[in-house]
């Protein structure tokens, strides 16, 4: 039996997000699809639309068989970290045959080179990326940059222009090197993403597919559910996004930050800040200056970003301030890798698939997590930190409800009957 992984983040869940779950079960003649989502914040540094139960409850109502959370520690992270945490999780359910991810080239073939030079880093190639460092370039641009010139050197000039610089195909080259250095026998297989683009910010008048991103702004554009956003998404998602917007439970936005960040950084010390994962070279000093004068978290994201500094590197480096996220907490999670399987929605064919996974998995699979968070470990570290960010997601929602702390103590997961 095939069973085909996808990770992902469904903010929110949409028809691109349907078409690529069909894509893999065809494409990888697979039975069943396992999700590995994103909790309550997310890769690009942001915090999720909805929370991470109602986001499940969307993927498994279109079709998704099983979703298991990625942790928070790996979530919120640069792409290698974030891929090396999702294929982990993957392998370690003992089940898996397939990945499939969406990639702007649509061929994992053209992936693999710079997947194999990655997952090795040879001398010629780390000085040829120091040096694109060494001029001020982003950590990604002068990755990629350094791919392309290794390759030319070495007399491969097979690549296509951009093809190591675009979104989903440097998430898509992380899956496979994550795959090369784990040794997995799991099957990668590449879809070419359809009509939207990854960073497309406005929805199409005819098209019934557009970006995550695109639906964001509109959301954020009209503070409410439109029509234009009924084309695009599944009905039972609109219906689910708009019990939640009811109950006043989202949309959440980063400039939901807002107070609870510029409290933080005006009573942090600058040591403080520089305990923070990714924040280097000095960057405490920026941050905490910028944050005097900044007027909004996009204000300061703003002063913040530079050629050097992307703007999703530095809406990580917030959020880590949010979430508390240090150096040595990213190191511990790093050492171990992620410590469970936590599950957050089932289809009535994923409930079956539990039994096999929890007989196979090489990690305990989490359905109730209160036995979980009362023991001291490195499961249950990693697992506080979920929960820690829960908590901290739930001071986010719009209106000035405060609601209560604890809610991965009681909250079951999404179950189809």
């Known amino acids: 039996m095939n069973v085909v992984g996808v ?29 590995v989502m994103s909790g309550h914040f997310l890769q690009r540094g942001e915090p999720a639309l909805f929370n991470k139960w109602a986001r499940a409850k969307m993927a498994v109502l279109s079709g998704v068989d099983m979703v298991i959370e990625l942790p928070t520690a790996f979530s919120v992270r640069s792409a290698s970290a974030f891929a090396a945490g999702s294929v982990s999780l993957l392998n370690s359910m003992g089940i898996v045959t397939h990945i499939c991810f969406g990639t702007e080239a649509g061929d994992a073939g053209k992936l693999w080179p710079a997947a194999r030079l990655l997952a090795n880093e040879p001398a010629e190639f780390k000085a040829i990326l120091g040096g694109f460092l060494d001029e001020g370039l982003s950590f990604p641009a002068a990755r990629a940059g350094a791919v392309e010139r290794y390759f030319a050197d070495e007399g ?82 609109y219906e689910e996004m708009a019990n939640e917007i009811s109950h ?17 950084l005006r009573t942090m010390p600058p ?14 000093n920026r941050i905490l200056e910028a944050s005097k004068s ?24 917030l959020t880590y301030v ?15 890798g992620p410590r469970y399987l936590r599950i957050l929605g089932l289809s009535s064919r994923g409930r079956a698939l539990l039994k096999t996974v ?15 968070l009362r023991k001291y470990d490195d499961i249950s570290s990693m697992l506080r930190f979920d929960a820690m960010a829960t908590d ?23 179950a189809c009957r």
């Open 7 to 35: 990770v992902t983040e469904h903010n929110p869940f949409h028809n691109g997000h349907l078409y690529h779950i069909e894509q893999a079960r065809e494409k990888c003649d697979a039975e069943l699809v396992v999700s």
């Open 156 to 237: 491969q000039n097979t690549a296509e222009p951009g093809l190591y610089a675009s979104p989903n195909n440097i998430l898509g080259i992380e899956y496979l090197r994550a795959l090369l250095n784990t040794g997995s026998n799991i099957k990668p297989v590449a879809i070419k993403r359809f009509s939207a683009g990854y960073h497309d910010t406005e929805i199409g008048e005819t098209n019934a597919i557009a970006s995550a991103t695109s639906i964001r702004e509109e959301l954020l554009s009209g503070g409410r559910l439109t029509d234009t956003i009924k084309t695009v998404v599944p009905g039972s998602v």
């Open 248 to 264: 006043g439970l989202g949309p959440v936005f980063i400039e939901n930050y807002g107070n609870i960040l510029f409290y933080l």
């Open 271 to 284: 040591e403080q800040v520089a305990g923070l994962y990714d924040v280097t070279e000095g960057l405490e």
């Open 294 to 317: 900044a007027s909004s978290v996009k204000d300061l994201l703003k002063k913040l970003k530079t050629k050097r500094y992307t703007w999703t590197r530095i809406q990580r480096i």
């Open 322 to 336: 949010l979430l508390g996220y240090t150096k040595s907490l990213a190191g511990a999670f790093d050492y171990t």
């Open 358 to 372: 929890k007989k196979q998995a090489s990690l305990p699979v989490i359905i109730r997590t209160a036995p979980w």
């Open 392 to 414: 901290i997601y739930a001071l986010l929602y719009p209106g000035h409800r405060i609601h209560p702390v604890g809610w991965d103590y009681r909250i079951m997961p999404f």
